[in-house]
């Protein structure tokens, strides 16, 4: 029975393989022509997939591409790269990667703009990873901001181009590259564009800076941050020179009430989340690659051309006055406030012990009237300014600012070193270099 039975069962299995191989056999001819449509199908399927897939991975890169060799990068990802060693990442970590031992690595948000420049160049200098970040928007001339990136790119500092309001961009950088400090400069400053744009102040000073924390108090480890806030917090106050633990509660600008909401928002996410937070109050920084939209660049700018100047007096008949800051010594500043910076005590969102909250004046503390900044422009350019003396209109602006910059000289030995003549001579000269206006200069010069 038992060998009957296996006899049957062999038979069984002798005619279902050869069935089994019929069906194989008709299969494969079907598979065979239908093989060609499908791979051609699969094949199109992939190389959509690849083009989304970098779409979604490569943010747009930047404008001096010649650096970086955009497409040639492009094209060997597509080809070779896989997500995590692609080009992009790459350049990222080139860029952010120290190059001192105990280096920092440092995001500096509006790295493309005056002050991000200068402290990018300054920290890259001495070996310290630099990672830019900036959108390049055109509250000023963007093609300056461009030729920032193309000096820092000289330097092998990349800038991503992106938005503050971009959380999951910030988070793919800290994926990336795990920052031991973010320098935070980017906001919409000028005080009198925030009668025109308003939200553009709540958006990125507010809004944007709330966002960049919300990324960072969820890290581990948390980086320490050290942040612009501005002069334009001490408001209506009239105590001076102005120290920190002066009023801060009476702005008189939109500009200051959302860096006074900066320094309010620090604070809680210092208390809950024990980021490492330090704002820096700078007071009228000037200085080569400087900013269009204050005073010292478009005075320069309207002597060269003839044409007239508003010099401001207070509605009392005294003259508006600033504590002009060389940028070098702000760039001394900000990294005095770095180098001092404890390190965050939280991490993934929690907090494990009290961390530092530090807030200070960077300025020269000696206030200088418009005037006198008018006449040494007028020194230093050899041309007669067309002034018309009018009375401040209520936009904002401040009759004075002068600093007491007794902390940070206690804290990080700050101590402003450049007097204004000497700081506009090398804002002048850079002025009619980038500009080239040095013969236009010399004519006007010879023709008075
Ligand atoms: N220059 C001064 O006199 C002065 C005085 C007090 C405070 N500050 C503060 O110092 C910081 C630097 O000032 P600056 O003079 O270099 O100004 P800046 O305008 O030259 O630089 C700021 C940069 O931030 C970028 N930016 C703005 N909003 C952004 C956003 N939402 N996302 C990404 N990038 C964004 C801009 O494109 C710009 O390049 C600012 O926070 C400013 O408020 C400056
Ligand atoms: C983010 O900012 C950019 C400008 O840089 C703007 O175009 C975009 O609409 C903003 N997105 C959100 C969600 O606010
Ligand atoms: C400057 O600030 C320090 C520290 O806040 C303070 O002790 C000092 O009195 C201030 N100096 C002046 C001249 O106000």
């Known amino acids: 029975m038992a060998l009957s039975a296996d006899t049957h069962t062999s038979r069984t299995t002798t ?117 830019g970040f900036d959108n390049f928007n055109a509250y000023y001339d963007p093609s300056l901001k461009r030729a920032r990136q193309s000096l820092l790119s000289r330097h092998q500092i990349l800038i991503v181009d992106a938005d503050l309001n971009d959380t999951a961009m910030l988070q793919k950088l800290f994926d990336i590259v795990p920052f031991t400090h973010v320098l935070h400069l980017a906001a919409q400053a000028g005080v009198r564009y925030a009668m025109q744009n308003p939200q553009s102040y709540v958006a990125s000073n507010i809004a944007g800076f709330v966002n960049l924390l919300e990324v960072a108090k969820a890290l581990d480890p948390q980086p320490a941050i050290v942040w612009a806030s501005s002069s334009s917090v001490y408001g209506l106050n009239t105590e001076v020179p102005f120290s920190e633990h002066h009023r801060t509660d009476r702005p008189a600008s939109l500009y200051a009430a959302t860096k006074k909401a900066g320094e309010a928002v620090a604070h809680t996410y210092n208390h809950i989340y024990g980021l490492s937070l330090t704002a820096l109050r700078f007071f009228t920084v000037y200085g080569p690659w400087g900013r269009p939209d204050m005073a010292y660049f478009f005075f320069t700018k309207d002597i060269i051309q003839g044409k007239p100047i508003n010099i401001y007096k207070t509605p009392d008949g005294q003259e508006v006055a600033r504590d002009f800051t060389y940028i070098d010594d702000i760039v001394k500043g900000c990294l005095g406030a770095l180098d001092t910076a404890e390190k965050s005590t939280g991490s993934g969102g929690k907090k494990r012990g009290p961390a530092q909250l530090r807030v200070y004046n960077l300025g020269n503390t000696s206030p200088v009237g418009v005037g006198r900044l008018l006449e040494i422009l007028e020194g230093l350019l050899n041309v007669k300014a067309k002034k018309r003396v009018i009375t401040m209109p209520a936009n904002g602006d401040v009759p004075f600012t002068h600093a007491n910059v007794t902390l940070a000289n206690r804290d990080f030995g700050y101590k402003p070193a450049t007097d204004l003549a000497t700081g506009l001579r090398k804002f002048v000269k850079w002025y009619v270099g980038y500009y080239g206006v040095q013969a236009r200069v010399k004519k006007e010069t010879q023709a008075s």
């Open 15 to 131: 005619k279902l393989e050869r069935y089994n191989s019929y069906i194989r056999r008709v299969n494969n001819t079907k598979l065979l022509a239908a093989s060609s449509k499908l791979l051609f199908r699969a094949t199109l399927l992939i190389a959509l997939l690849l083009v989304l897939f970098f779409t979604i991975n490569y943010p747009p890169l930047p404008a001096d591409s010649s650096q970086f060799h955009t497409t040639k990068n492009f094209l060997s990802s597509a080809l070779y790269g896989s997500g995590s060693g692609s080009a992009w990442e790459k350049q990222i970590r080139h860029s952010a990667t120290p190059r001192r031992p105990n280096g920092f690595s440092v995001l500096v948000t509006g790295a493309a703009g005056f002050v991000g420049t200068h402290c990018s160049l300054a920290l890259k200098k001495r070996g310290d990873g630099v990672l």
